[in-house]
Every structure is written in structure tokens, then in C-alpha cells.
């Protein structure tokens, strides 16, 4: 009996000692392999039972009972704490779903714009549920910024409120070069947002960009709803979040995050008093910033960050912050870029503008014969109101590969008067390439080699401008020089971007305009910085170089033009007029890189020894 009881004895040692192995063994694997995202804390699988419990007592109080149902990629979600899947935009990032899970995810399946648009519609219609209006409270005259319309997006797709009602003491203000107009947007697209001009005696400001915390502890005990940050994205929100008295992720210090009560709270209560009194129920939600966010293996609900962002920042960003701002933004958290197709390549055909009737100057005419012998095209394609006129024109027009296109100048874009020439070319530019595709040059350029098959397979190609920039821009797009497909996407948004059209601003239409439209179509447009160099005053500034925006670099200073035979396809000289390129005297009386270009140019049209003889008033005929 004795030797039993021993027996039993150790066996309950052995069995504590294998209980306490596994206990620190998983201890440790979890250690090391960090919480995942898609993990529940213990707290989570708690809450998340209390709420089908009170779910399913509600549908036995109303006679139904909930059935039970197995889920695949294709139905209805439950709540995102809970299911392998959260409905979501096409392609759109499921932010509980493992990165290996989404990288295979099929962006043909259709999703939902409103990320709760996947929910049955008994989840949504709920009389316990917080008021869904949401604030915004703007203070001081400044400009609504892309991170602005970021915070503003990731609300409406997530709460998809009944109103979002934007405060202000002063409203936003557009710049003078027009680039910051996502509030304007905004108001254009959602007919729930609602403006609410801050009273004085309202005291919803505590200064310039501060939103006054006691008013918005008063605006939410009034009336309820959700208060968001300006500089705060919500990243997910569970639906059963609206039925709790109060969920939290604001910090009352720096103003970052987000505050949703019921109405009567918080009161008189304070932040820390409200989520832990006992006879609420509550959540406190982190609210970190976007650096935080990429680092954490478990992914907050809630982000915030500075201004200093635009969308080229997120184009090739391959992180989660980037992946969840191009979700918000682009509605799928793939890197948008645009893909070459060779079944149907751009046109070799090259179109130019000529207005006016006046004279072809030298550059113009190296210009049409760097597109024959040079870029080799099949046909050049001068359209305007009249042929040219002058001595060069008299050399060149009888090419079998030169054809003049008889157009009547427009009067009108969707109404607005166009006055301006160089605006009629931006409208025609445009124009050529829906209806015909091809190369579109303006008359200062010299192609100085073809165009290879790989960069002919793009729907639409351009390169960044360097002498036309003004902040907030951070790019401007310069077709001087476009390559196109025929009836190509960017170059219908393009026409369509005309409704705004400005005859009055020289870049808006021709520059400005392109930019913002690759900004939210990045996938419809190639910039290549080797399609062109832009030379102004005879300084040439390739955009692929470093800090090409700085005009006190240029190809004299600093050998950014190793070798212009194949660094570039075209080279195009704005203004004004290089002198070795005035004229063919002022060429052969030159030797800078300019001149061996154009010299190059007329030794592959064999008129080289032309113009040399003419040079030295021999007769030639």
C-alpha cells in the first residue's frame, strides 16, 4: 500500500512536470515567433464569445435562432476578430488575413466598396448601436492634404457614416498652383459630408491646427457619434465596436486618434475614468504611428502621421503601412504599376503641331528629320491650320514620309474659351493619341535613336518636367515628347481632366493636370526619364539624375550626360533657342554636344554636305 501511494505520488510529479514543459515550451515558441496578426489575445476570445452569446439571446428573444454556418472565401464574413476573412474593396488588403494569404488572393473576385456592405443586413440594422455620425473639427486657414483625405477615406469605407460632419473655424484653402484639392473632392463625391461652421462662442478651437479637447468631450456627450483626428487612420473597426458604451483610441496629449460614446458620455468623466468605470462597457484601442505600425507583428486598429506625405510616397512602398494606405486610397493593396502588352504596339508614327502659317525655323526642320532618319518612324503627321513656310520647309516637304493634316483650331474645350496656341497643341496632343496613337513631339525636339520594342508595348509614356515645378507639386508630367497606344485609358482621363480646363495658366492643363492624374491612376502611365532631356537656356537637366529638381545642377556640371547617343531618345530645348541651333550657320560654326547632335542628324539625311556648301556660298542645287 505504501509503495502504491509512492507510486501515485510520482506520477502526479511526472504529470506536473510534463504540464509545466509544455507550459514554458509554448511559452518560448511564442516568444520567438511573435503574436501574429490574425491572433487573438485571450481578452479578444472572451468578448468575442460574450457578444454571439448576447447575439444569439437576441435572436431567441425575437424567435429565431441563429444557424450556424461554414464560411469559404466567397461568403458573407463575420466579425473581423473572428473570421479568416474581412470583405473589402477589389482586391483590397484583409487586415486579419496572413501576408501569405493575400499575395494569393484573386483580384477578380468582387468585393464591396463599404467594407461592411459584406455583412447581412440584420448585423447592421441594430437599435443599440452608436449614433454613426462622425467629426471632424478643422482649425485655422490651411490646406487639406492628401494624409487628410486618407484619414477622411478610411472612415468612410469602414463606417460608411450617415453623416460625417466637418467643423471648422476656417475652411480649408486651396493653394495657388491648385494641387491640394482632396477636399474639394470629397464634398463632390459623398453627398453625407456635411459642413458646420465653428460659433465663436462654440470655442471648438484651441488654435491653429488644435481641435479643442473639452469641446469635443461636450460635442459627444451631447449628441454621441465618433470624434476622428485629421492626421489618424482607422485601419479596422469591428462592427460590435457600435454597441459599446465608449471605445477610445484618443490621446488627449497629442490629439492623435479617435473617441466614440454614446450619448451622456464621457461627461464630466475623464478619459481614463470613462474606460474604467465598471458599469460601462468599453474599449481602449492604441493608437500608433506609421512607423510603429510596420514594425509591430500585431497590427493596431488605429494610426496617425504626419503631413508629409503624397502618393508617389505609397506607389512603391511594400510594407503594411503602405499596403494599407494604398487599400484607403486605390481600393487594393497591390503595387499599381503600369504592364507592357506586345500584341499591339504604339504606333510608329509621329505627329506635330504647327500653327500659324509661319515660318520653319532650322530647329524645326532637324526636328522632322530626326524623326525620319533618327527614330526611323513610318510616317510624320504635321497637323494644323496652314503648311509652314521659309527655305527648310521648301527641303523637306515634298518627303514621301511628310504629310500635312489640315485641322480647324477649337474655339472651346467643354465650353471654356481657348485663346491660348500652346493650349490648342495640349488639346490636340491629346486627341492624337485617342483617335490614332503614336509619337507626339513638339517642334524644339531631336530624336536621336528609334524607339525599342519593349518601350513601344506601354499604353502611355511621358517623363517628369523639371523646369516648370512649384511646390506642393511634387512631379509635373512635360509631354513634349508623348509615346501613346491608340485610345489608351490615361489619355482619355487626360481629355476628360479638361473639364477644368484654365486658359488663363500656362501649365494647369498641359502638366499640372497629367501629374494629378498619374497620381490616382499610377497603373495608366509610364514616366521614363530617359525619353527625353529638357534643356533650358542651353543646361540640360536629365530626370534621372539625383535632386534634379535643383537647378544648379546640370549636364556641364555635373557628367549626367555620359552619352547622349543612348542615354535618351530625344532631346528637347524649351527655351530659348540654343545658338548652334539658330540656324545652319551658327551649327557649323559650333562644336559643343549640340552641334554633333544635329550634325549627326543631317549626316543619316545626307544634307550635311548640303548645308556645308551652303555655308561657304557655294551654289547647290
Same mark, same amino acid.
Given at each position: 500500500?505504501?509503495?502504491l ?15 509545466i514543459?509544455?507550459v ?12 501574429q ?10 468578448e ?14 425575437d ?14 464574413p463575420?466579425?473581423d ?20 494569404? #493575400? ?12 467594407v ?8 447592421l ?17 490651411r ?25 471648422y ?22 453627398p ?6 465653428l460659433?465663436?462662442?462654440?470655442n ?6 488644435k ?18 483626428n ?20 484618443l ?22 475614468? #470613462?474606460?474604467?468605470d ?6 481602449a484601442?492604441?493608437c ?9 507583428n ?5 494610426v ?11 506607389? @512603391?512602398l ?5 499596403r ?6 486605390y ?34 526642320? #532637324? ?7 533618327m ?12 503648311p ?15 504629310h ?14 481657348v ?5 490648342i ?8 493619341m485617342?483617335?490614332?496613337?503614336g ?11 528609334p524607339?525599342?520594342? @519593349?518601350?513601344?508595348g ?7 518636367d ?12 512635360n509631354?513634349?515628347?508623348? #509615346?501613346?497606344?491608340?485610345n ?30 498619374? @497620381? ?16 533650358f ?11 534634379y ?5 546640370h ?31 551658327t ?12 550634325v ?9 554636305d ?12
Amino acid at each position: 500500500m505504501t509503495s502504491l501511494r509512492r507510486f501515485t505520488s510520482l506520477s502526479y510529479i511526472n504529470v506536473l512536470l510534463v504540464l509545466i514543459f509544455l507550459v514554458l515550451y509554448s511559452t518560448i515558441t511564442f516568444y520567438i515567433a511573435g503574436l501574429q496578426q490574425n491572433c487573438l489575445s485571450a481578452k479578444e476570445i472572451a468578448e468575442h464569445i460574450r457578444d454571439m452569446q448576447k447575439e444569439e439571446e437576441r435572436h431567441s428573444q425575437d424567435g429565431h435562432r441563429p444557424q450556424l454556418k461554414i464560411s469559404d472565401n466567397k461568403s458573407e464574413p463575420n466579425d473581423d476578430r473572428g473570421s479568416k476573412k474581412l470583405t473589402a474593396p477589389p482586391g483590397q488588403i484583409d487586415f486579419v488575413k496572413a501576408e501569405t494569404e #493575400l499575395l494569393h488572393q484573386s483580384s477578380e473576385e468582387p468585393q464591396p466598396f463599404y467594407v461592411f456592405d459584406g455583412k447581412p443586413q440584420s448585423m447592421l440594422l441594430n437599435s443599440s448601436y452608436t449614433l454613426n455620425t462622425v467629426y471632424y473639427i478643422w482649425c485655422g486657414s490651411r490646406w487639406f492634404e492628401f494624409p487628410h483625405y486618407l484619414s477622411v477615406m478610411s472612415v468612410i469605407r469602414l463606417l460608411r457614416p450617415d453623416n460625417l460632419i466637418f467643423m471648422y473655424d476656417k475652411l480649408p484653402v486651396v493653394d495657388s498652383w491648385t494641387y491640394n484639392t482632396w477636399f474639394g473632392e470629397l464634398r463632390e463625391k459623398y453627398p453625407f459630408l456635411q459642413l458646420h461652421p465653428l460659433a465663436e462662442n462654440e470655442n471648438g478651437c484651441d488654435g491653429f491646427a488644435k481641435p479643442s479637447m473639452p469641446f469635443i468631450y461636450r460635442l459627444l456627450t451631447r449628441t454621441g457619434g465618433m470624434y476622428v483626428n485629421e492626421l489618424t487612420i482607422i485601419s479596422k473597426f469591428p462592427i460590435n465596436y457600435r454597441t459599446k458604451d465608449a471605445v477610445s483610441a484618443l490621446d488627449s496629449d497629442t490629439g492623435f486618434g479617435y473617441l466614440m460614446t454614446k450619448p451622456g458620455l464621457p461627461g464630466v468623466r475623464s478619459l481614463d475614468q #470613462l474606460l474604467t468605470d465598471p458599469k460601462l462597457t468599453t474599449q481602449a484601442v492604441q493608437c500608433i504611428h506609421k512607423d510603429k505600425f510596420v514594425a509591430a507583428n500585431r497590427k493596431s486598429g488605429c494610426v496617425y502621421m504626419s503631413t508629409s506625405l503624397f502618393p508617389k510616397d505609397i506607389w @512603391e512602398l511594400d510594407d503594411s503601412f503602405g499596403r494599407l494606405v494604398r487599400t484607403i486610397f486605390y481600393g487594393t493593396p497591390k503595387i499599381l504599376r503600369p504592364i507592357p502588352t506586345y500584341d499591339d504596339l504604339i504606333p510608329n508614327i509621329a505627329h506635330i503641331v504647327w500653327l500659324g502659317r509661319g515660318e520653319m525655323d532650322f530647329l524645326f526642320y #532637324l526636328c522632322v528629320l530626326s524623326l525620319i532618319h533618327m527614330a526611323k518612324v513610318e510616317a510624320v503627321y504635321i497637323h494644323g491650320d496652314g503648311p509652314p513656310s521659309g527655305m527648310y520647309w521648301q527641303l523637306i516637304k515634298n518627303h514621301e514620309k511628310v504629310h500635312l493634316i489640315y485641322r480647324e483650331p477649337p474655339a472651346t474645350i467643354y465650353g471654356t474659351n481657348v485663346k491660348v496656341l500652346s493650349h490648342i497643341t495640349d488639346i490636340w496632343r491629346v486627341d492624337f493619341m485617342i483617335k490614332y496613337g503614336g509619337i507626339y513631339v513638339d517642334t524644339d525636339t531631336i530624336f536621336v535613336r528609334p524607339l525599342e520594342r @519593349e518601350t513601344r508595348g506601354y499604353d502611355a509614356i511621358g517623363s517628369y518636367d523639371w523646369t516648370y515645378w512649384n511646390h506642393p507639386f511634387p512631379d509635373t508630367i512635360n509631354f513634349g515628347v508623348a #509615346l501613346g497606344k491608340r485610345n489608351a485609358k490615361y489619355w482619355h482621363k487626360f481629355q476628360e481632366s479638361m473639364k477644368w480646363f484654365m486658359d488663363e495658366d500656362w501649365s494647369w492643363n498641359g502638366l499640372r493636370q497629367p501629374y494629378r492624374i498619374q @497620381e490616382r491612376h499610377p497603373d495608366l502611365v509610364l514616366v521614363d526619364p530617359h525619353l527625353q532631356i529638357i534643356c533650358f537656356r542651353s543646361l540640360c537637366h536629365p530626370t534621372w539624375w539625383p535632386n534634379y529638381h535643383n537647378e544648379s545642377i546640370h549636364h556641364l556640371n555635373s557628367n549626367s550626360i555620359k552619352n547622349w547617343r543612348n542615354d535618351t531618345y530625344a532631346f528637347h530645348w524649351t527655351l530659348p533657342t540654343p545658338y548652334e541651333l539658330l540656324n545652319h550657320s551658327t551649327l557649323l560654326s559650333s562644336h559643343s554636344m549640340f552641334s554633333e547632335i544635329a550634325v549627326t542628324v543631317l549626316q543619316e539625311a545626307n544634307m550635311l554636305d548640303y548645308f556645308k556648301n551652303l555655308h561657304k556660298g557655294q551654289t547647290v542645287h
